[in-house]
């Protein structure tokens, strides 16, 4: 299992807290999910099969902005 913090721009509200969550969870393999406004960041904890590249991708078709 792995875990990282992605850095986040656009996240204002709990709604776009809950898109984000809502289209992770989605990903086989996606363990859990964490996303905050306040801090703009994103937690997934994820299997190691997974690439954190493919989970930025994800967040950024959704619209927004990864650092």
């Known amino acids: 299992m792995k875990k990282t913090i992605i850095k986040v721009d656009g996240i204002q509200c709990s709604h ?5 969550k ?10 859990h999910v964490l996303a905050s406004s306040d801090d703009g960041e994103v937690i997934v904890e ?5 690439k954190i590249e493919d989970i930025k991708k994800k967040i950024e078709d959704l619209g927004f902005e990864v650092k």
Do not use: F, K, P, V
């Open 16 to 20: 776009c807290e809950n898109r984000i």
């Open 22 to 31: 809502n289209s992770l969870n989605r990903i086989e393999g996606i363990l």
């Open 46 to 50: 994820y299997e190691d099969s997974l």
